[in-house]
């Protein structure tokens, strides 16, 4: 058995690569993640107070946002030299245990993997439109290769499906128009500017028609692009599972995270999208649109954003918040 030195990085390390984790993507930016360092590696829980009711009535995307945060971390950590074991949906007593994280030293970290950690700090939300992806068939090949290798697919539906897509989005934004608790829990996390979490104004576009018709509804903001670049022409990619298991949806997660880190390292701008897969008669007709029989999980636009740098970065939980160390057996 090694020592504590092989088998445990220093506790600087584990705040490191804990706040990389933290800079995954969640839904409407609710953070619904918490990390305990116990004495075999950090836990993965999710956090029930951070659920938003109206809009994920059953946790789905609660679970995929803790599983990009874990996704984050693999790579966070093997920037510091480190692998991660890491055992999913393991037994335990707590009913929102998502993973441990055992860790191993490793001296060999390959130049995709180093891409994948320092994309974390530079990927971000692009609710913009966007122009068309370069390069499109290498990436393709790239992401499709890492969906499968997290045991969920992807698939591509960008022109032949965007039509149908628009019209569908559109119609479902008139009926959530009128939905008064998916608008009150929309406006409780969206459009504001003072909070660690949330969506701040500056990464919301500013009323159509800088809106991107398969987008969701935000409250409008304040981010704007050129007049001519209002058509968006990014590509559609859809993650699916093949059934809807809490280890399905982990996993989802984390491809979800490997999807947009790989894109971000291609130097593309990137958006997940959800409100189509939310809704049971939408996400129906999302799944037909599909050439696979999955079940449709995650849409991710993918192009070419209209600037490098997000105008703010979207702010994130101090770690004190988020995480822990247990000291019971200390
Ligand atoms: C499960 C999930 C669902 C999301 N759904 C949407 C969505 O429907 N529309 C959108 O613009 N962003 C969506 N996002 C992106 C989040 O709003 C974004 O990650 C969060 O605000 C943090 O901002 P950042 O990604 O720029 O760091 C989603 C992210 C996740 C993980």
Redesign the pocket.
């Known amino acids: 058995m090694g020592t504590a030195a092989e088998t445990m990085p220093s506790w600087r390390t584990i705040e490191s690569v804990v706040a990389s984790a933290c800079?995954?993507?969640?839904?409407?930016?609710s953070q619904p993640w918490r990390w305990v360092l116990e004495p075999e590696g950090l836990t993965l829980s999710s956090d029930p107070d951070r659920i938003l009711p109206a809009t994920?009535s059953f946790g789905?995307?609660?679970v995929?946002?803790c599983g990009?945060a874990l996704n984050h971390l693999k790579y966070a950590l093997l920037e510091h030299h480190w692998d991660s074991v890491i055992e999913r949906m393991p037994h335990s007593a707590n009913r929102e245990c998502l993973a441990t994280v055992a860790f191993t030293p490793t001296a060999e970290v390959s130049e995709s993997e180093i891409s994948m950690a320092t994309a974390i700090a530079r990927?971000?939300?692009?609710?913009l439109p966007m122009s068309a992806p370069t390069s499109w068939d290498d990436t393709l090949a790239q992401v499709t290769e890492l969906a499968e290798r997290a045991g969920t697919h992807v698939e591509d539906i960008g022109d032949r499906a965007r039509p149908a897509l628009e019209a569908m989005s559109l119609r479902l934004r008139g009926l959530r128009r009128e939905n008064p608790v998916y608008q009150a829990e929309l406006r409780w996390w969206?459009g504001h500017a003072l909070y660690p979490d949330?969506?701040p104004s500056a990464?919301?576009p500013a009323a159509p028609p800088g809106t991107v018709p398969v987008?969701?509804e935000?409250p409008p903001g304040t981010a704007t692009c050129d007049p001519g670049d209002l058509e968006d022409r990014a590509a559609i990619l859809v993650l699916t599972t093949g059934s809807d298991s809490r280890l399905n949806w982990l996993r989802c997660?984390e491809a979800?995270s490997a999807l947009?880190l790989a894109c971000t390292a291609r130097g593309l701008g990137t958006?997940?999208?959800?409100?189509m897969t939310e809704l049971g008669e939408t996400r129906t007709r999302v799944g037909e649109l599909l050439e696979g029989d999955g079940l449709p999980q995650?849409?991710i636009r993918v192009g070419i954003g209209p600037r490098a740098e997000?105008l703010s970065?979207?702010p994130?939980r101090p770690l004190s918040e988020v995480l822990f160390r247990d000291r019971s057996e200390a």
């Open positions: 800079r995954a993507p969640s839904l409407h930016n994920d789905r995307q609660m995929v946002s990009a990927r971000y939300t692009e609710r969206a949330g969506i990464a919301l987008g969701r935000f997660g979800l947009l958006c997940p999208v959800t409100h995650v849409l997000p970065t979207t994130r």
